[in-house]
């Protein structure tokens, strides 16, 4: 629930900046990065394994494959990469009539 508020706290705070800041020719967005590989992911796969029988003969590596990534759309792990080449297209004049948004680099788990 704190992780949900806090998200659409950030969305709401890049919309209010973005129209604050239009006029001085700032603009303002976001990503949502998906599910990416950390060292909190792996803490937290190695406790759901030791709750749960069912994944003992799995390490925590091989459970967030298989229960977080192969649930996605594009069945594809996002990448501290792939959060990087979103920056680097926010960054770019590409994406200079680009503001107040908000961009899921998750794999297709959030469509709007």
């Not at 976001?30 to 796969?45: D, F, H, Q, R, V």
């Not at 030791?50 to 792990?77: C, G, H, W």
């Not at 994406?95 to 959030?110: E, M, W």
């Amino acid at each position: 629930m704190a992780y949900a508020a806090f998200k659409s706290g950030v969305i709401s705070l890049t919309k209010s900046l973005a129209l604050e800041l239009a006029r001085d020719n700032i603009n303002v967005n976001c990503i949502c990065p998906g599910l990416i590989w950390t060292p909190l992911w792996e803490e937290l796969a190695t406790v759901i394994i030791e709750r749960n029988p069912q994944f003992k003969d799995m390490t925590p590596r091989e459970y967030f494959l298989q229960n977080a990534v192969s649930r996605r759309p594009i069945r594809r792990e996002e990448t501290p990469e792939d959060i990087g080449r979103a920056v680097v297209f926010f960054a770019s004049d590409d994406a200079r009539n680009i503001t107040g948004q908000s961009l899921n680099v998750d794999a297709g788990s959030t469509m709007n």
